[in-house]
């Protein structure tokens, strides 16, 4: 094609970062890691969920002695570079979120500065490990995940989220039964001629407010090898604390949901029929729902007595999907339907 030299070419990675964005500019993100597998956990989960926020045993994570050096080094960012700002943490039990604000131009990719953070974490690790050397694994998974605040008005949800994180943890833990009830989301347009979008569901209602969702849909003309590389991308992702969202139609999108589900991440499923008056979860996804790793979502307006999903169907979903992947946290609204 003539103007093929002005596109930027796809480069597929793990953790794909945006070519749109300067990793080096002056910008606030939301970071998460997650932990080796052989990396013990970085703590437990104490405290009362329905508790607020000011009382002294609301939900907490009580750091072990990894968390412990993990927390201190979150806290010495800065030394590494002194243009680094830290702005709400939390390490969990196998995952750290953290926002951090990049104050001006830094002479090299910000990736460059957390690869030094988890470098020395790991290194502190070491110094406390009585294994042999050559069995010593690193604290983290290898690279992030990012999210980048992008307007006015995200950066008290991206704090909000990160400290809510024991909150919610703890919730799941102590009533799973509150993962079965019914809600209705409502999503506010960008556009001001559009209307809301407006959803029911049944699951776990946090799973739309995870600032990192990601729609899977599966195009039929790519190769295995496209296949593969995305799916495995989608699973990575998955693997990091990404929400995946879609209505898992085709073959292939089914073969991701399942190797996400198996990992033990946490899904959106988009369904065309809308939800009988009693209906409630059964089987698989009642365990799913009350693990906290499932959402099922509905167009408010859906009636139970649609049709078996079809292809076209799912088209026109994966369109609500990647609505729903896009929209900010500040966007997204919520009722508990008695």
């Known amino acids: ?47 009362d969920p329905l508790l607020p926020p000011a009382h002294e045993n609301t939900p907490r994570v009580e750091l072990s002695a990894i968390g412990k050096i993990i927390d201190e ?16 943490k939390v390490v969990m039990l196998d995952h750290i979120h953290f926002v951090i604000y990049v104050t001006e131009n830094i002479s090299r990719h910000i990736g460059k500065e957390i690869a030094v953070f988890k470098r020395n974490c790991t290194k502190r690790y070491w110094a406390t490990d009585n294994s042999k050397e050559e069995t010593r694994q690193p604290v983290f998974e290898a690279n992030y995940t990012d999210s980048i605040l992008k307007r006015d008005g995200q ?8 400290l ?17 009830r019914r809600f209705v989301f409502s999503i506010k347009s960008s556009d001001s001629e559009s ?24 195009r039929s003309m790519w190769t295995d090898e496209e296949f ?8 990575q992702l998955a693997r990091d604390g990404a929400v995946l969202v879609s209505p898992f139609y085709s073959k292939r999108e089914k073969e991701v949901r399942d190797e996400a589900l198996a990992q033990g991440s946490r899904l959106i499923v988009m369904r065309n029929q809308g939800f009988p008056e009693k209906f409630k979860p059964s089987g698989k996804e009642f365990d799913l729902c009350s693990e906290g790793r499932l959402l099922m ?13 079809d292809r076209k169907q799912a088209m026109h979903l994966n369109d609500y999907c990647r609505k729903i992947a896009e929209s900010l946290l500040e966007d997204i609204s919520m009722a508990i339907v008695k």
């Open 1 to 47: 094609m003539g103007n093929s030299k002005f596109h930027k070419p796809v480069v597929h990675s793990m953790k794909r970062r945006s070519w749109l964005n300067d990793y080096e500019g002056r910008r606030i993100y939301l970071i998460t890691i997650s932990k080796n597998a052989a990396t013990p956990l970085f703590g437990k989960i104490t405290g």
């Open 195 to 218: 209307d809301d979008l407006r959803f029911k569901g049944i699951g776990n209602a946090f799973l739309m407010r995870c600032p990192n969702k990601v729609p899977v849909m599966v």
């Open 164 to 180: 809510d994180n024991p909150r919610r943890r703890a919730l799941i833990g102590k009533y799973p039964d509150f993962f079965m």
């Open 297 to 309: 979502l509905v167009k408010y307006d859906a009636s139970p007595f649609e049709k078996q999903l």
């Open 73 to 88: 080094e979150i806290d010495a960012i800065p030394r590494i570079n002194d243009k680094l700002r830290i702005l709400a």
């Open 228 to 235: 593969s590389t995305r799916k495995e991308e989608w699973l």
């Open 155 to 162: 950066l008290s949800a991206m704090i909000g989220y990160v």
